[in-house]
């Protein structure tokens, strides 16, 4: 079993690795220092894409002119800037050097030159169409772009998506420091956004908390999550009216299989881009008790209830009786829980991004901690008045200290996209084991009580080893982004423990009666033996996301 867990963590490792080669293999290079990225994993087209996300595709549109634009005006204020009028010259004669004099809508401007030094100038070029803009009779996205004394669209006066004069007035224009972020009133807005000033060259919440320059996460999610079912032996079963509750004439009715069912919880995932490709976070979770009990109780005249167990004296299936016709009439309970939970610190590196795409290798610290309880009670009275109980505690605990490696992958559709986490969790499992119980006999006016129990006999103390393991990991969430830096996502996790001490692993039902409500000396039976095994959870994630 052990080996085939190997296997398929080594399996999500490789197919992981192959998204890494998938995702750099899906690019055009122009030659121009840009990556066109290529649409896959059911890309609209960008008209379709427009006309769906018209917000979504302006921003893009608008974020492509301004790299454009940086470009030209590079190349541009590298050479002295000539400010040549010759009367008897028509303007295109002058826009090689002096730009697009007169405004863009001036006869004879080209788009190459509307962003040069002197586009929109007054000049010899009035006859032409004297506008006072650049890009368009509207500015380049701004009202106050290429006036008089600009010098193009990133010199100060010049807006990037401003709603007035310029993303910072006195500013460098759009490639300045104190423009950028796009938050808050547009790209470099004078108020409200990023470029508006501060420590970091950013305004509004964003930039009094630093966060201008940075990318952030936040992610809440509630978990409804199944457990696999849990071993034991047989611990409370029942038969028909004077019919001995003993195996194989017995129905179980708690024990065999613990129903492991569903149980709800939380993660969250918190985490920091410290630079462009390096990032920080941490990650915890945690699910609510999965129980699994039964309680019954009679006098036998209905059916017979019984704790059934093999009998090392006699060598023969038997059971302590809890109720039987005209004997004994009690009752008896039993409960399992296991709780669960987990916290991670990791770092991650972007290994590769296009339009579409992001690939991030995953690896830091993993703690886990699963607690497994089970717990059996019984009295049983019988007709001549003599009452006993018996109560046996079988407890494990498991924690965990180790690392972990995996991929996450990111693909976009507009404001749909899909996540997928794959990682391995290896490290060493300290495993400790605790078995105790206790009992009475009372017989009026006596009464005597015992540190035995049925099954807690000479078995009883704490047990620890340690083993090495490993935890894979598989998360698929599926999402849609409502706002600019919210989104909801449904999603499926998948978790595989391959070494857990379980409670009821640890249970030897073979006993020797003889012993029962005494302090010992005990027989040979039950004896102990650490046992492991492996144990998976999954289910559906319900997430909220809030990214900065």
Not at 158 to 172: E, K, N, Q
Not at 306 to 333: C, H, K, M, W
Request: aromatic share 8%; proline share 4%; hydrophobic share 35%.
């Amino acid at each position: 079993m052990k080996m085939t867990f190997r296997g398929v963590t080594l399996a999500a490792l490789m197919l992981s690795a192959s998204q890494t080669a998938f995702a750099e293999d899906k690019n055009n290079y122009d030659g121009d220092g840009y990556v066109t990225p290529v649409a896959f994993v059911g890309d609209i087209t960008s008209e379709a894409e427009d006309a769906y996300f018209a917000a979504d595709a302006a921003e893009a549109t608008r974020a492509q002119q301004r790299r454009t634009r940086r470009v030209a005006t590079a190349a541009a204020v590298s050479q002295p800037t000539q400010y040549a009028v010759q009367p008897a010259a028509p303007a295109y004669n002058q826009v090689a050097q002096v730009g697009c004099l007169g405004g863009c809508a001036g006869s004879g401007c080209g788009a190459s030159n509307c962003d040069a030094p002197g586009c929109g100038l007054p000049g010899p070029a009035m006859s032409y169409g004297m506008a006072p803009s650049c890009d368009s009779m509207g500015g380049c996205d701004s009202i106050g772009c290429g006036t008089m004394f600009s010098g193009g669209c990133n010199s100060p006066s010049c807006g990037c998506d401003a709603p007035s004069s310029g993303c910072s007035v006195l500013g460098g224009g759009c490639s300045s420091p104190s423009c950028g972020c796009e938050m808050g009133g547009g790209c470099d807005s004078m108020f409200g956004g990023c470029g508006s000033g501060g420590r970091r060259g950013g305004g509004g919440l964003a930039g009094a908390l630093g966060l201008c320059s940075k990318d952030g996460w936040f992610r809440h999610e509630a978990l409804l999550w199944f457990m696999q079912d849990r071993n034991s032996p047989a611990l409370i079963a029942v038969s028909g009216p004077g019919v001995l509750p003993r195996e194989p004439a017995t129905t179980t009715i708690f024990g065999g299989d613990l129903n492991g069912g569903l149980s709800a919880g939380y993660r969250g995932d918190a985490g920091i881009y410290l630079s462009e490709n390096v990032g920080v976070g941490g990650r915890f979770w945690i699910l609510s008790q999965n129980e699994d009990s039964e309680s019954v109780s009679g006098n036998g005249n209905d059916q017979s209830i019984g704790r059934p167990f093999y009998n090392s004296l006699l060598n023969i299936e038997d059971s302590l009786l809890v109720a039987f016709q005209n004997n004994f009439s009690g009752s008896v309970t039993g409960t399992s829980k296991l709780d669960m939970m987990a916290a991670e610190a990791y770092g991650r590196i972007n290994l590769g991004c296009t339009k579409t795409c992001q690939l991030d290798l995953i690896g830091g610290y993993s703690y886990f901690s699963v607690d497994d309880e089970l717990r059996v009670s019984s009295t049983s009275v019988q007709n001549t008045g003599r009452t006993r109980t018996y109560n046996d505690m079988f407890d494990t605990e498991n924690t965990m200290h180790g690392g972990q490696l995996g991929f996450e992958a990111v693909v976009t559709n507009g404001r749909w996209f899909a996540r997928s986490l794959t990682k391995v969790h290896l490290g060493d499992m300290k495993q400790k084991v605790t078995i105790a119980g206790s009992s009475t006999d009372s017989t009026p006016p006596f009464n005597s009580s015992a540190n035995s129990g049925l099954l807690a006999l000479g078995n009883q103390g704490t047990y620890e080893q340690s083993e090495f393991t490993f935890v894979p990991e598989l998360n698929f969430k599926l999402g849609y982004r409502f706002r600019q830096h919210v989104e909801m996502s449904v999603g499926y996790s998948f978790l595989m423990f391959d070494s857990l001490a379980l409670a009821g692993d640890q249970i030897d039902r073979s006993i020797d009666p003889s012993a029962l409500n005494t302090n010992g000396p005990f027989g040979n039976r039950p004896s102990f033996t650490m046992n492991d095994t492996s144990l998976w959870v999954q289910g559906v994630d319900l997430g909220l996301a809030i990214t900065f």
